[in-house]
Antibody, heavy 122, light 111 residues
């Protein structure tokens, strides 16, 4: 079964750091570009970051650029999101998602994890 | 990068057809044929319903269809069923440094 499972969420103080993980199974992880998408409580979806299949190219939303770092370990079939200098407005459920297109980038995300909640509060 | 504009809510009776609009600009919806649509039930992860404006992934009912005209994309659900009640989000590739933008979301209610 194709599956993504996020972990690492929790409560963190403003200015703090957190690292999210996303474990992939059921497909050739190293062939797919991957994304992080977040959703604040009761709000809409927001794209956060993207990484290519070998980890050599990354992109970020302006709202997180310079604070968040996306990475991956293809040997461990795992995607990461290192989040630093966290702010209250970063509070959200964070989803990892697989790019639709194997070997490249498309406009769509076809497999999603169940999400992990990050709460930034003092 | 502002969110794409969707109606907050759309409703219809079982068997009817409804259409959800998604309005952007020439820098996103109007500039690329890279619009996708997602269905999200409460407490669940989003599910891809349409990509590349009008293509359906394997396993998605043909009751769901997509189209685009200028800066506005649309999702049509025909033969509305109770299980279609959910939130729907559009998304588009953009020319900005924030590569993808989602819509504001539409709550679909089956009367």
């Amino acid at each position: 079964e194709v599956q993504l499972v996020e972990s690492g969420g929790g409560l963190v103080q403003p200015g703090g750091s957190l690292r999210l993980s996303c474990a992939a199974s059921g497909f050739t992880f190293s062939s797919y570009w991957m994304h992080w998408v977040r959703q604040a409580p009761g709000k809409g979806l927001v794209w956060v970051s993207r990484i290519n299949s070998d980890g050599s190219s990354t992109s970020y939303a302006d709202s997180v650029k310079g604070r968040f770092t996306i990475s991956r370990d293809n040997a461990k079939n795992t995607l990461y999101l290192q989040m630093n200098s966290l702010r209250a407005e970063d509070t959200a459920v964070y989803y990892c998602a697989r790019d639709l297109l194997e070997g490249g980038s498309s406009d769509a995300f076809d497999i999603w994890g169940q999400g992990t909640m990050v709460t930034v509060s003092s | 990068q502002s969110a794409l504009t969707q109606p907050a809510s759309v409703s219809g009776s079982p068997g009817q057809s409804i259409t959800i609009s998604c309005t952007g600009t020439s820098s996103d919806v109007g500039g690329y044929n890279y619009v996708s649509w997602y269905q999200q039930h409460p407490g669940k992860a989003p599910k891809l319903m349409i990509y590349d404006v009008s293509k359906r992934p394997s396993g998605v009912s043909n009751r769901f269809s997509g189209s685009k005209s200028g800066n506005t994309a649309s999702l049509t659900i025909s033969g509305l069923q109770a299980e279609d009640e959910a939130d729907y989000y559009c998304s588009s590739y953009t020319s900005s440094s924030t590569l993808y933008v989602f819509g504001t979301g539409t709550k679909v209610t089956v009367l």
